[in-house]
């Protein structure tokens, strides 16, 4: 109770814009961003609750990047992109690592912050001279220093961040932006869950990385200040009695039958599909959770979020197999469907089976600009940060491979380099994004089934 009681009040100070159709929205940012998932979430709520509302969703966001990476690549990698939506955050890099252990700490402190400002203020004059772009300031998720599943802990870096995130609202509200904050908002959760068990959080090993389940979260955060808390995939409320649809909410119902066994069929289409889970923990070895533990996280997420009721009055007592399209999905009581049972609580029916499809081709996609996002930091966190703007060029070859004998991140990525400074190929990685996101378009549109609730017949004894 006190858990969901904080997360009531905490939630009714942050309101964010919905997306609209057409929108391209950018996402700035470090490694949480670069190799995370939130935005992608995002992303497939929009694609199965609104599949006529084509979006386009950019992930701008390079590992290990502080404020002064993002201020160099804001024009090359995010303006010129065009996006009419920009979520900008910074500050988990800026914070400081090892540099807190030094006696020096408290002086460098004072420095990384006024630097991070500094950087922020003239990436403040940039997105003030952008004409219809909608700019959102976003408060890094947190550093939790507060766990306790190990020791390892970074002094002062929770706190340089949340005087990071103060900047960022100053400069939010002083311009008329919006600002979101999962700083507080992810803390605040970790500081309730962890009363009951101290080595919680959503952080992930190293107090810094959220795992899936943890974007899913932060996914969460931005639907629900959205106002998508409560909005229904679908709700339908049939009196069997009376053979009338009391309620057809975002869908259509029709060809409603009630024969005299009892049984209840109808036809059915939704104007949006059921928000599938992802039950594999995706996004390399680092990863260990999959999406699909937001349940955990939040246990009404699926009424809360994700809700495709199906309630049926007035059936004569006994037991019915709930059939979808000829699909067994479940057998129910009759008090169990007067109730009202969720659909998308099962993979199996052909609804959810369609939108695992979109999932598994946006999963696809996200593969694809995480290969583009590593190639951008070559290009600007490597070469342009060292003042190569021609990546071409036999100087800036002849500098990689200086670089990459002493230095391992660079020499990682030399195949990378070696591939994509070709622009076929970066177009030929673009072009498949698109054709994904095509792809995508076509196929969530909602279909027509036929439900159908049959009665469990008993076997009679027999009778010697």
């Known amino acids: 109770m ?25 996402f700035v940012g470090n490694s949480i961003t670069d190799g995370g ?24 966001g390079i590992g290990g990047d502080t404020s002064t990476e993002i201020l160099l690549r804001l024009q090359p990698d995010v303006i010129d992109r065009k996006p009419s939506v920009i979520f900008l955050t910074y500050g988990m890099n800026d914070a400081g690592m090892f540099e807190l252990y030094a006696d020096t700490a408290d002086v460098w402190s004072e420095q990384r912050i006024a630097l991070a400002r500094e950087n922020l203020h003239k990436m403040e004059q940039q997105l003030k001279a952008l004409d219809d772009t909608r700019i959102v300031m976003i408060g890094t998720s947190p550093y939790d220093e507060k766990t306790r599943f190990n020791n390892n802990i970074f002094p002062r870096k929770a706190a340089n961040i949340t005087r990071m995130v103060g900047d960022q609202e100053q400069v939010a509200r002083r311009n008329g932006w919006e600002f979101f904050n999962f700083n507080d908002l992810m803390t605040r959760y970790n500081d309730e869950r962890q009363q009951q068990d101290s080595t919680f959080t959503l952080c992930g ?52 039958e ?15 599909l059921p928000y599938p889970l992802d039950t594999i923990a995706r996004g390399g070895m680092e990863f260990k959770r999959p999406q699909s533990r937001i349940t955990d996280l939040v246990p009404d997420f699926q009424r ?27 057998t129910f009581t009759a008090e169990q469907l007067g109730e009202g ?39 600007y966190d490597f070469f342009l940060k060292n003042g190569y703007r021609d990546v071409t060029t036999p100087e ?7 670089e990459r004998q002493t230095n391992w991140w660079v020499a990682s990525r030399r195949d990378i380099y070696a591939k994509m400074e070709n622009p076929a190929v970066v177009q030929a990685c673009n072009d498949y994004m698109e054709d994904i996101v095509d792809a995508i378009y076509r196929l969530n549109r909602p279909q ?9 017949k008993t076997k009679q004894k027999e009778t010697i």
């Not at 994700?306 to 019915?320: H, R």
């Not at 969720?342 to 939108?355: E, G, I, K, L, S």
């Not at 800036?396 to 200086?402: K, M, N, R, S």
């Open 396 to 402: 800036a070859h002849a500098y990689y491979e200086q």
């Open 341 to 379: 049972i969720n659909m998308a609580d099962y993979m199996q029916t052909p609804q959810m089976q369609q939108a695992r499809r979109l999932m598994t081709l946006n999963e696809d996609r996200w593969d694809m600009e995480r290969r583009l996002r590593d190639w951008a930091w070559v290009e």
């Open 205 to 256: 090993p190293d107090r810094i990385h959220p795992d899936n389940d943890g974007h899913m979260y932060m996914a969460y955060l931005v639907l629900k200040a959205q106002g998508m808390s409560s909005r229904p995939v679908a709700d339908i409320r049939i009196d069997a009695r009376r053979k009338a649809i009391e309620r057809a909410e975002n869908c259509t119902v029709d060809a409603l």
């Open 448 to 456: 027509r089934h036929t439900i159908t609730l049959n009665p469990v």
């Open 304 to 330: 809360e979020m994700n809700a495709e009721m199906l309630c049926v009055t007035s059936m004569k007592k006994g037991s019915y197999e709930l059939c979808i399209d000829d699909i067994l999905i479940d």
């Open 2 to 26: 006190t858990l969901v009681l904080g997360m009531v009040v905490a939630m009714q100070a942050q309101t964010l814009k919905p997306f609209k159709t057409g929108d391209r929205v950018a």
């Open 37 to 60: 998932h939130y935005h992608s979430y995002l992303w497939l709520y929009y694609m199965t609750r609104f599949p006529e509302q084509r979006l386009w969703m950019m992930n701008c």
């Open 258 to 272: 009630v024969s005299k066994d009892g049984g209840v069929a109808f036809d059915y289409l939704a104007r949006s």
